[in-house]
């Protein structure tokens, strides 16, 4: 069996295996990823919660002295780059569509819709991926801090592997059907036991297949 699929297996043990369900409207979720740009999922909500009570659409966002806009989502940090990319964003889907909707990318072919979001401004490989798989359900991996960290503990790709890099590498790595729930898996297995700063190793379920731990443990860690 493969690396990944003991992988795989094994956090389905920890953890079960998540089934897709949609998440957020596709605009709601563009906007919410774009918000959690480094910053804490807590922060992010709290910026996405206030636009969402400050502005009764987007398009009333869209139309909003950039002043407000700021205001509504300073909690999630970086506003001053974050709001302009909003209201850039909102003004292209209604000079492309007269509507604030993303609703065009369900029958693009996939390459196609990735290649159309990263050309909005702001959004990168996660942020595209995020949208298409969490609004979509179509098939993209999103690569965050805790899959890029996770990935290259476990050896999945090589240490030096940029996060922008690793999304087109998992994606050939993992099936398809399991994009979904692995991104989930390793995510809470990152935020619970493989942390960045002082990872929970004497607890973690993973230690036969996890390259950072057998280097820890391993006779020139003394």
């Keep these: 069996m493969s690396q990944y699929r003991l992988i795989y297996s094994a956090l389905v043990s920890l953890y079960g ?3 897709w369900q949609p998440g957020l409207a596709p605009v709601d979720e563009l906007i919410s990823t774009i918000l959690s740009q480094n910053t804490s999922d807590a922060n992010r909500d ?6 969402k009570w400050r502005f009764e ?8 002295p950039l002043t407000e806009v700021l205001e509504a989502i300073r909690p999630a940090g970086l506003a001053n780059r974050k709001a302009p990319r ?10 492309e569509h007269g509507a604030i909707t993303l609703e065009s990318i369900a029958s693009m072919p996939l390459e ?3 290649g159309w979001l990263l050309a909005l401004p702001g959004v990168g490989p996660k942020t595209a991926a995020i949208v ?8 993209a991996f999103p690569v965050d801090t805790h899959v890029h960290r996770l990935s290259k503990r476990l050896g999945l790709i090589p240490k030096t592997m940029s996060a922008e890099k690793a999304h087109r590498e998992l994606e050939r ?3 398809t059907e399991h ?18 700063r002082i990872p929970a190793c004497q607890r973690c379920g993973l230690h036969s297949y996890c390259q950072h731990y057998q280097g820890l443990s391993g006779p020139e860690s003394g």
């Design 57 to 64: 659409s987007w398009d009333a966002v869209r139309a909003a």
């Design 132 to 139: 298409l798989l969490f609004a979509f359900g179509r098939p």
């Design 179 to 196: 994009y979904y729930s692995f991104h989930l898996n390793l995510i809470r297995h990152g935020r619970q036991v493989c942390r960045a």
């Design 112 to 114: 196609e819709a990735r």
């Design 173 to 175: 790595i993992v099936p």
């Design 86 to 95: 909003i209201q850039d964003i909102l003004q292209i889907l209604w000079d």
């Design 17 to 19: 295996e998540p089934v």
């Design 46 to 51: 709290l910026a996405f919660g206030r636009i």
